[in-house]
Structure formats: C-alpha cells, structure tokens
C-alpha cells in the first residue's frame, strides 16, 4: 500500500488531514490500476484524482486568503505545478500507455509529490493555522 | 469605546506606522460621530477614510512592486476585501442611518480587522522591507 495515510502526514487540522486521506486513496486506486494494466479503469481514476485536488486546492487557497497567510504564493505555486505535472504525465500516458514503466513513473511521481508537498507546506501551513487556533472554513 | 492606535501595532516602517496612526484617529472619529449621531460629520468622516483607505493600500501596493515583494499578491486580495466591506458598511448605514448596533458592529469588524492585518501581513511585509533597505 503506497499511499496508506500513515500518522506522520497529518499536519493537525482535521478538515485536511481528511481532504489529503481522500487525496491519497484516490492516489492509491489509480496507480493499482496502472499497475494492473487496466486501460478502461485508468481513465476515470486520473479524471477522479485530478478534480479532487483541484477542489481540495482550492479549499486550502480560499482558506490561506481568507486568513492572510504569508505564505500564499509559495503555496500556491506549488498547487499549479502540481497541476502542470499531472497534465504531463497524463500526456505521456496517452502517448506511451499503461505500460510498467509509466506505471512506475507515475507511482514514483505521485509518491513523492504527497511526500513533499504533505510533509512540507501542507505541514507548514497547518503549524501557522494551529498556532493561531484558527478553524476550518471551506 | 474607542480604536486606538498602540505602540503594540507599530510595524517598524515609519511611512506605513504614520499612515496606519491617521487611520485609526479618523476611524475614531467616525465612531465617535455615529455615537452622536453627527450625520454630517458621519459623512464627511466616510469620505475622508474611502479616500484615505485608498491612498494608503496604494502607498503600500507601491512600495511592495518597487520591492519585488513576493508577497505581494494575497496583500493586495486582503486590501481589496477591506475596501468591498467598507463600502457594504457604509450602504448599509445609509440604508438603516445609524443607530448603536450598527456602531459596535463597525467598531468590532474595523477593529478587529485592523489588528490583526496589521500584526500579521503588515508586520511580514514591514520585516522584509526594511531588511531590503538595510
């Protein structure tokens, strides 16, 4: 299990941590379906993963502006990466196909992007919130 | 009742501590004239804070770009929001004219508002520009 929610990722702010759960099952359930091969199931599951993030993106950026948080930008400018590399690897795979290499090419991708992206900014930004008893608002 | 500038507030940019210390006095002015219910001094006041509420969010959108500030665009989102407020403050006393909820919903939301901009996004904007400068 590659995307399991796991402790260590929570950042402390409960209406998060349960976005980026759903975040990495449907993380998880793609790169299963990438590495079984199964070309009908992959479609739906990027289209799924894809419009989670952008509404739980948009969620954490709502929330950073409706707070003031200092770090917007940086923050933001992650999501749109994010974003962009998605639009990349999904290219690639209409190009390539589900083959094992694309399949480890975007489970390795996937997998580090939750890792940094969760354990950095996500974590960051979830100390600022705390630190200030802030509440959720989106 | 009162919005009282304090020592508390001050950022360390004498241009944005000057402008933020004329800010409150009129804001307390204003509060002071809906208190009395000095309709012309009310509508003065008002004037003079859209102008001046204006001149001071371009005073620091200004001095951000001159920065490179990469902070720059939430600032600007957080001004344009206070501005949007204001004017919905305003409508609504003109709609309602006054009366003792409306000025201690205006001296809570103004101050409340006031503090904790100018503690939070001022102060990181004030710490980055006068490291610049120095």
Partial sequence: ?138 | MAIKWTQALAVGHPTIDGQHQELFRRLDKLLEAMMKGDRDEIGRLFDFLASYVVEHFGTEEKLMRDAGYAGYEMHKLAHERFVKDYLAFRKSYEDAGGGAALTIKLQNWVGDWLKAHIAGTDQVLAKALVKRAG
């Fill in chain 1, 1 to 138: 299990m590659a995307f399991e929610w796991a402790a260590d990722l929570a950042i402390g702010v409960e209406e998060i941590d349960e976005q980026h759960g759903e975040l990495l099952r449907r993380a998880e359930r793609l790169v299963r379906a990438l590495e079984a091969g199964d070309r009908v199931g992959i479609e739906p599951l990027l289209r799924s993963l894809a419009d989670y993030a952008r509404s739980h993106f948009e969620c954490e950026e709502r929330w950073m502006l409706h707070h003031e948080y200092p770090g917007f930008e940086a923050h933001r400018d992650g999501h749109r990466r994010f974003l962009d590399e998605f639009r990349g690897q999904v290219h690639e795979l209409q190009r390539l196909g589900p083959t094992p290499g694309m399949a480890t090419a975007i489970h390795g991708w996937l997998a580090g992007w939750m890792r940094d992206h969760l354990g950095g900014p996500d974590r960051d930004f979830g100390r600022w919130l705390r630190a200030r008893g802030l509440s959720p608002g989106c």
